[in-house]
DNA sequence: TATGAATGAGCATTCATTCAT
DNA sequence: TATGAATGAATGCTCATTCAT
């Protein structure tokens, strides 16, 4: 399975086949039931080689996370299109979120899963890509409220959840749409979509849910 | 630190000193980074003793699982009011859950986090709780669609879809709750159903969003 | 399978349920395999009553041997008559032997096998029956030797060699006889019997082998 | 104390060292009492280093059996002339049986004494060994009594009780010769031979011990 | 650039044994 | 006479990491 044993091959190619055979090891297993033998191995090279380029089990995991958050965050990235509508906008930040996670599952699993579960190095850059999504998307939403002339003043937690249960949301669709044969892509965005769109329309416009008996 | 150490016990109150240990520490470090010894010590015993009561490093986590999983349903469950209508029992269910997830954090995050990255036994046993509150969830929203003799056949996908969500958002929710000073969970609770029930009830009745412009 | 639980019985009778029992768990595990609770849930009792009763492990493995070795002697001596000629004695010792043992092979394992492979303490208590039971045999032939008033000086290494090697092989031929189905212990004699009295009559008489050609 | 201490050496190298002290080691303690960190220290190296190369400890127990056993019978093998007389060939296998025992007393003893106390698997590759000696003894055996024209037809179990017996003999006088001052393989060998011609001949020709009695 | 040889440190698990009743 | 509760001390095994070439 692993990649094809070529010697003597440049340092950056070498590395990315290392990082192609962490990320799936460390989405399979885990940081610490990882095991960097089984990494070299899939990689195709002897442990030292892997300690010369990458340093440690910890770098390594860390490099991991950098370039699968890179190629996440850049994927969004290139899926939307700065001019557009804000509802337009984020119909397709979805669609390349949920694209890409698909296409990626080690990759998605290692950011999701593996490295929120392993104390603080590892969360915090987690953290921060979670962060830039999230504020992509409140900036929406803001945007969205002022365009409307409604509520402009929205108080910063409650516009700071809505993008947080949002985000919450599509990463739980993701999983699900990864393992739920017969889901695609573009009908777990269009789930979200749906569900989310009105929600924040009537919140914009003031409309929140109240219940029809008092609440305690 | 740690239980106090009092000697001779029924092995009843013993065992729930080791679970209480057991899911401080599998919570804060994760199965694989959790020991054995640490364990023990924080349950004020000796490890042996925590072989003879759970068997095993495996079986005490499923315990632990198992303990918070059937705590957490219960709460839910003893929140909700069989008979109210569907948006009432959502939001007493929604309260119940961060209500709880709020005062055993290291329980949610056994459940959340730890549970589901290590191999089948485990998540099966989350996925199981899981199932149960998106069952739950699900019914909700069928019975609203069907007291609204609207749309009465959303596509079992889209339906399931949608508790994924919900859940996943509710899930992303209780963390940033947990975690964010100055939120409480009934802010939290407030914040999702706000979210969520004007998108469940535009999809109920037909009128889901579409965009200004055609779609690629 | 183990003793039928009975409270408050007499010492002596616990005593030799334990040993029952350990004499079991040992001749089937070995002495370091077996382990103090299996023996004790075997024997049907809690452990320290084991220990009360027996001291230690090593207590327990030595009472056992002891109990096994002078059963395996009484059956010996009980087996074979006096004042009958030397032939007839070793052959009813023989009997007696092959019959004891196929009836208690659990037994004979400790003796044969499992006592022999740990250190001095036990290999000595062993050792002290074997020897009983070597001199019996030598003694046997030096009777023969005298009353054929041949070679009345057979050097006494030579004796003590012949009885071991008419000790191993019957302790061979004992395991063999166990293992193997459709040989009783009476066919067993016979072999052993027919393969030894010729031989020792032949150096009795003076009439060792010899090679045809020179040896080296 | 054990292997000096050489830095870097071939892997065949240190394997062979460690078997070395892994034999020595399981032959003293027995297999369950023998312990990894005392073979890894007799052989000078890290623990780690012989798990790598030989696995587990029931590998390495297995690989001290086959190598034992495998000199064994080469030892025996290559003592034997093939074409020479049956009792020229038996007295030349048991002089070499029994120099080789004695000079590999920790080897004999793992395939005499530690191999046949612990499970199935050790066992049958003793059983092995030991099959293919009692089956070279057979064969000169019956090779002796078809160029004796007598009782060409001794029954197999008869024939297989003889084997196993003298076999046994074999066995346990090389222990005693092994531990007794003053035997040497030769004289160890002179006994045993004495012994068993004369019986196997006998039978040869159909003259087997009967009682002067009737028996019982 | 690349690797075979080697290890310190830790971890899950087991077991003989004892204490308090 | 009898036992439920409890532990100190190993032991097999693994893993991240480094050295010498």
Redesign the pocket.
Known sequence: MGAV?T?????AV?EQQMLDAAVRIFGRRGYRA????EIAELAG?????V??YLN???DLFSACIRREAAALTEAVRAGVRPGAPADRQLWEGLRAFFTHTAQHPDGWTVLHLQARTHGEPFATEVAAMRTEIVTFVTQLIAVTARDAHHDPDLPEHEVAGLAEALVGAAESLAAWANTTPGVTARQAAATLMNFAWAGLGNLMEGRPWTSAVPLT
Chains 1, 2, 3, 4 share one sequence.
């Open positions: 044993k010697k003597r091959m440049p340092r070498r990882a095991s960097m033998d090279v002897s442990k030292p080689l300690y010369l440690s089990k910890e």
